[in-house]
């Protein structure tokens, strides 16, 4: 015992020895390490504060996407551009059971510290270090998580460990930084604003009011306790506290945020806990623009167009952004106006349409007067609306999606109709190039080939089935908007592609503006725009040549010339026709009568067009002048054809330009020659009210004024006597005609508005079969009538039906001084018969007035 007890401090010393020396070790380099640890921190601290740091300047308007409003040419509201629905709301306004649920559960000092708690960071250390929790939740504070927010962390996916470290504590310091100064820069109450018009909420949910809109169906001032700490619970992670997807995810989440609320305010939440979870009002929203739908679509690619072309940048040179930066687009549309023009549109669709179904009577326009060739063109048609249908799309989802996934490749519908029948002849795959072809063969060796083709067949099936298949439906009524049907969905889409579409717009001749745009019967159901679409515009060219006719070649108004066939020949003068060109009047009959300029122009003579075609010897003066009025000479088609051909037949409508273009191009008629290039928008401001863009005249002296004067009072005589509407206004105009009555034009001219109507089918086979009342007259041109007279009707002042054209310029009695309606010495069956009232009946039309 006593020889242990001597031995203990030899021991003792023994171990005291190494203990030391590894301790002084220890300490050495641990310092050193956390000196060095230190040091780079200090180094990217200094990187991230002088690089990577955003500039004062944007940390004083962080970005919150705010939407973009549109305003007619009085100031009222027309819709709103967002790429993401938010509804912005202030502090004032903010549900205080939203804020107490907020700040007990994600940051409970909130009030206290300035952007950082250090109390929990040496946690959010440990956490996001050692634990890989990238989340940090729980530590982050308010301000660092709206930091993060604004600036997101770099994407982590494929990133080895230690980049993947290094980033999150470089991400981390950064948000630390951004935190404080945020701090120094807003109010509390303006960081927890910020951060609760920021947050998605997913399923399409910008913002605590929007969320509450959209799981809730009220807006966040009315939500309870109970469904606040729903939203607030989203915070921690939006996918996996979907209250779509998991509900009893939400509700345990939900209850966890209620004892945060109790733990910190001192209060029972029993009841609140046991409250049920209704999410019954969930509704995904959706911006449905229901005031001048098509007018604001198009303007929304104009404008962005626009910022680009006329380079609209902010401070930091990036283009304005339509859909974020809160900009207000002062628009030219009169609201007022566009009413009236819409009501007029569909109260003639459903006149027009009436008069087509009696057309058609037990007759399918998908198999009438087709061979198998066309009634194959026609089906194809209908199965192309048909794969449009979220019906087709959910199939397509359900049946096919899976086995392209197992596959990993990118087919197509085609492409998978190619293969299966190249298994019966695989010269297909062996005629098409040579990329395409190895596609194609590697497919058929994936081992999930077979199932593809087994998923495919079933898909078909599938359609087929539930396509034919007689459902109760909602659909499209011309009368009441929508209403309920039993019908198939197959038969639910011809009855869409068999309604007669309109377009509509007016312009002031006076200074550009558009006032009014209608670009079908209803966007939610028809997207195509008709007043941008391209067509054959028929006789509406007519006056434009009659024009040239006058300015080019001296040609009198009042010269006459026979009504007989005029042919030009391949090689006359300067035209380019290959074969020789002889059209025929609308009536199939020459009657060798003789017509001045205003009697050809009435009755749409084509044959004296042709000849005054020949007298100007050339199209190009035509073209010439469509182009100085707005119709571009040298526009091309996606095709490569031009828009305006160097051929005659353009003299009788032959282009391919839109109810915009050929409207904006006849107001040069009804502003003394002069045309100005169209105005949609007046100004562009920015959230700050600043200007940024102001729209300015572009003119063009197109048609002497004398001459204009000659061709506006033909326009107007086109519509007097037996063809008058009885309209308080001055007016004219023309109509037009395409072959086989695809389509039916109107243009109508007041001193004021210049309106451009076209009524047809988005299919060429949905036409009228008798040309009576297939013609322009008959389907578009009342639809002006209605409008005018809806604007004469108003009580508040809108329309001024007393202005008057301008005065008739020195020499223009002269010029005119003839008989401008020949009616006396024409056979009894050509003499005009305007069209009885707005009942369903009609009398004979004048024959020669076909195509007017």
Known sequence: MKNHLHLQPFAYIMLKQPINKYWAFFKKYTIRAIGFCLLLILILVTYIWFGEMPTDQSLNAPEIKIASTLLDTNGKLIGIYQSEYRSVIQYNEINPAIEKCLIATEDNRFYEHNGLDFKALVRVFIKSIFLGDHQSGGGSTITQQLAKQFYPRPNMKNRNFFVKKFLLVKSKIKEWIIAT???????????????????????GAHGIDAAAMTYFGKQQKEISLAEAAVLVGMLKNPSLYNPVRFPDLVVKRRNEVLTKVENLYKVNLSNAKAELSDFTNYKRIEIVDTIAPYYKAFLEKYIINLIKEYNIVKADGSYYDLYGDGLTIDATIDLALQKYAEKASIEHAIWIQKWFEYDWANKDPWTYQADDKIKNLRMKSLEQKAKLSKRYQALKKKYLYPSLAKMQTTLTEDDIAILLTSESDPSIIEKLPKDRKN????????????????????????????????LKMKIFDLKSSE??????????????ASLLQTGLIAIDPRNGHVKCWNGGLDYKYFKYDHVTSRRSVGST???FLYTVAMTEKGIKPCQEFQDIAYTIMPGESDFKNKEPWQPENATKINTTLMYNLYHGLLYSKNSITVKLLKEVGSVEPLRDLLDKTGIGKNEKLANGRLAVPQLPSIALGAVDISLFQLTSAYTTFANNGTYRKPILVKSIKNKKGEVIFTSGESTT??????????????????????????????????TGTTDDQCDGWFVGLTPTLVVGSWTGGDDKWIRFLRDDVGQGYFTARPVFERFIKKL????????????KFISHPTGFKELTNCKKIKTESLPEFLKPQKPVDDSLMISTIIRDSLHR
């Open 181 to 203: 100064k945020l701090e120094n820069k807003y109010t509390k109450a303006d960081i927890l604003t910020m951060y609760l018009n920021k947050f998605e909420f997913i399923n």
């Open 541 to 543: 060219l007519k006056p």
């Open 701 to 734: 002296k197109a048609i002497d004024p004398l001459y204009n004067a000659i061709m506006l009072d033909m326009l107007i005589n086109n519509e007097s006597g037996n063809f008058s509407m009885k309209l308080k206004s001055p007016n004219g105009g023309k």
């Open 483 to 496: 209403k309920y049907v039993e019908m198939s969905p197959m038969d639910s889409i011809k009855h869409l």
């Open 439 to 470: 596609k194609f063969l590697a497919t058929k060796k994936n081992k999930f080939y077979t199932e593809l083709k087994a998923s495919y067949s079933l898909f078909k099936e599938q359609y087929h089935k539930e396509f034919t298949t007689i």
């Open 792 to 803: 004469e009707s108003d009580k508040n002042g809108i329309y001024d039906p007393s202005i």
